[in-house]
T-cell receptor, first 115, second 114 residues
Framework: DAGVIQSPRHEVTEMGQEVTLRCKPISGHNSLFWYRQTMMRGLELLIYFNNNVPIDDSGMPEDRFSAKMPNASFSTLKIQPSEPRDSAVYFC?????????????FGPGTRLTVL | AQSVAQPEDQVNVAEGNPLTVKCTYS??????LFWYVQYPNRGLQFLLKYITGDNLVKGSYGFEAEFNKSQTSFHLKKPSALVSDSALYFC????????????FGTGTRLTIIP
């Protein structure tokens, strides 16, 4: 199994530009999570999906952030327009179906730098 | 609301000595508890979890954790530390009656000194 796949691994962009982060969950996993990690705020859950439906988006910082999951094997997190304070490592994680106690499997992350 | 506290930002242990990384939690119902490890420039990696049953949970790489309901704690332990255990460790909690949302602690950086 290839694990959770994220792209790009690194992204450097200028303030005001649109940024799209991509995630492919582990095949067969029904839940997908987007996290942001910074030194100041630690690891924060932004949004999660179950069976491609957004369940909890209370962690999405503001309207500049949006996430989609058009099918079971792909999700995007978009920031438009980006700002320097969005600089962070963004992780995608997936979890199998069959109960609320399954662990989450994390991707390698996308390191975003907004200049 | 659910929350996790990791009171130590940094823990240093000599190689071969036992190690403990502390975690306390707060949930409205019964907890599901997890430990994850993060190596530099990597994603989080699952170590172990407590769902129900035996309070002592064994996980990957020789780690174990003890669930203590009266103290609302879930400390991570290992009898003999290895230099390769040096990493960032996160405790996480989910309310059994809630959704799949995990709340993570702020992390503890464990350094094993040769």
């Amino acid at each position: 199994d290839a694990g959770v796949i994220q792209s790009p691994r690194h992204e450097v962009t200028e303030m005001g530009q649109e940024v799209t982060l991509r995630c492919k969950p582990i095949s067969g996993h029904n839940s997908l999570f987007w996290y942001r990690q910074t030194m100041m705020r630690g690891l924060e859950l932004l949004i999660y999906f179950n069976n491609n439906v957004p369940i909890d988006d209370s962690g999405m910082p503001e309207d500049r952030f949006s996430a989609k999951m058009p099918n079971a094997s792909f999700s995007t997190l978009k920031i438009q327009p980006s700002e320097p304070r969005d600089s962070a490592v963004y992780f995608c994680a997936s979890s199998p179906a069959g109960g609320n106690y399954n662990e989450q499997f994390f991707g390698p992350g996308t390191r975003l730098t907004v200049l | 609301a659910q929350s996790v506290a990791q009171p130590e930002d940094q823990v240093n242990v000599a190689e071969g000595n036992p190690l403990t990384v502390k975690c306390t939690y707060s949930v409205s119902g019964n907890p599901y508890l997890f430990w994850y490890v993060q190596y530099p420039n990597r994603g989080l990696q699952f170590l172990l979890k407590y769902i129900t049953g035996d309070n002592l949970v064994k996980g990957s790489y020789g780690f174990e954790a003890e669930f203590n309901k009266s103290q609302t704690s879930f400390h991570l332990k290992k009898p003999s530390a290895l230099v390769s255990d040096s990493a960032l460790y996160f405790c996480a909690v989910r309310d059994m009656g809630g959704n799949e949302k995990l709340t993570f602690g702020t992390g503890t950086r464990l350094t094993i000194i040769p």
